[in-house]
């Protein structure tokens, strides 16, 4: 069992925060589901279907079995998800059916509902299938044969905000979200963390400011947006840079003018792929070319730090 495995089921495993993930997927983020209700499961149900990847599984008031997936970060994404999640369920029932009756089910009786919920912490993109009939070929005429089947999908390495109604997952959620879009918005600059949340983010993301500041902390929430705003500044910085350089390099191999107005472009393109808007690089060279402020100035103004500047100007 790996860390992210551990730290799952004890920071997912935590009825509050179990629930509230399901409650963001299918309620967004009402408290439709209540922790109280849950009850561990335990059966030899957990222990057979524990070597599929089903990381936690819980049983609420009704009897409906609540399963949930967590899928670490990992260079491809599993394709066969969908059938895994199949096999799953269908353990499960039968599983169930075994244990409760005898030889067969009585006319009219109806099973425990089971909802598994897939939670993707990754920062690659899912590309794999998320539901059947994009993992199967369906020949023409059998279209209405086909039974379908979806994953209850949940990514969080994209701009979508799921709201879960619970302090420590929603945290969880942004956090993942701040650190794979490299976005933090104003609002969220003085925001506190629940400290849990802080560490597992570390764990999922392996990002070593992130446990540099939950080190440094000690109880209670954490302020975390501005340091890692000024980590995606520095990132930026430096990528422009180096873009400049390795474009400005480039161009003069080559022994043309062309060649290094390429090499800027291909630097500005960089920078911007790194959360730099063109305009600022625009604005920063005209003012360049102008030459009638200070680099200091400059740097106030469109905010990009000295050393960018001296490339930019060492270009023109």
Not at 178 to 202: C, G, P, V, W
Not at 245 to 265: F, L, N, R, S
């Amino acid at each position: 069992m790996n860390s992210i495995d551990i730290e799952s089921k004890k920071f997912l495993g935590q009825p509050k925060n179990f629930v509230s993930i399901f409650n963001a997927l299918l309620f967004d983020g009402k408290q439709v589901l209540k922790p109280e209700y849950l009850k561990d499961e335990n059966s030899e149900l957990v222990m057979n279907v524990s070597s599929k990847h089903v990381d936690i599984i819980k049983r609420y008031e009704d009897g409906t079995y609540l399963d949930l997936f967590v899928i670490e970060s990992q260079s491809y994404v599993d394709p066969s998800m969908v059938a895994r999640v199949m096999e799953y369920e269908s353990i499960a029932r039968m599983r169930y059916i075994r244990q409760n009756f005898k030889k067969h089910i009585p006319m009219h009786t109806r099973l425990p509902m089971i909802l598994t919920v897939v939670l993707y912490v990754g920062e690659s993109k899912w590309n794999a299938a998320k539901k059947l009939s994009e993992l199967e070929i369906i020949h023409p005429g059998f279209e209405e044969m086909f039974n379908e089947f979806k994953l209850n999908l949940i990514e969080l390495n994209t701009n979508h905000k799921y709201n879960t109604g619970e302090k420590a997952t929603q945290d969880l959620f942004d956090l993942l979200r701040m650190i794979y879009t490299k976005q933090i918005l104003k609002e969220d600059l003085d925001r506190e963390f629940n400290r849990d949340a802080l560490y597992f983010a570390y764990v999922v993301t392996k990002n070593k400011e992130l446990l540099n500041i939950y080190q440094k902390s000690e109880k209670g929430d954490v302020k975390v947006c501005r340091a890692l705003d000024e980590m995606f500044e520095e990132s930026t910085n430096k990528g422009i840079q180096m873009g400049i350089k390795q474009g400005i390099e480039q161009g003069i191999e080559q022994g043309i003018e062309q060649g290094i107005e390429q090499g800027i472009e291909q630097g500005i393109e960089q920078g911007v792929e790194r959360g730099v808007k063109n305009t600022q690089i625009k604005i920063a060279i005209k003012m360049l070319v102008r030459n009638n402020q200070t680099l200091e100035e400059i740097s106030e103004i469109v905010g990009l730090d000295l050393d960018a500047l001296r490339e930019l100007k060492k270009s023109i």
